[in-house]
């Protein structure tokens, strides 16, 4: 599966930005999708996650109530809706999946997913 992030770009804080991700091939009810970031000098750290059949959504603290996963099955695409964005959200951000259901105490490890997307940058400034 190959996925093919987009919606990167620079926004002042407080601004909003949506984040695509498609993926190559149609996704079925057992996968697991998931963002994440990764900002100079730093470790890669999950945003947020989502069981594509149950539509279950999982975030890290720091985005809580911020941003917003979301899918369209039709369209074989994961969203991330980031509002009230900050400069500590500045990073690279990427998509991932697994073909396989994750269990919750792994949906924020890296290492629990397969495929993983090119990444899209976002900048906030202030």
């Known amino acids: 599966v190959q996925l093919q992030a987009s919606g990167g770009g620079l926004v002042q804080v407080g601004g909003s930005l949506r984040l695509s991700c498609t993926a190559s091939?149609?996704?079925?009810?057992?996968?697991?999708l998931g963002w994440f970031r990764q900002a100079p000098g730093k470790e890669r750290e999950f945003v947020a996650g989502?069981?594509?059949?149950?539509?279950?959504?999982f975030y890290a603290d720091s985005v809580k109530g911020r941003f917003i996963i979301s899918r369209d099955s039709a369209r074989n695409t994961m969203y991330l809706q980031m509002n009230s964005l900050m400069p500590e959200d500045t990073a690279l951000y990427y998509c991932?999946?697994?073909?396989?259901?994750?269990?919750?105490?792994?949906?924020?490890?890296?290492?629990?997913?397969?495929?993983w997307g090119q990444g899209t940058q976002v900048t906030v400034s202030s």
């Open positions: 091939e149609r996704t079925s009810r057992s996968y697991t």
């Open positions: 991932t999946a697994k073909a396989r259901h994750v269990i919750n105490s792994q949906i924020r490890n890296p290492e629990s997913y397969h495929y």
């Open positions: 989502l069981r594509w059949g149950e539509g279950t959504t």
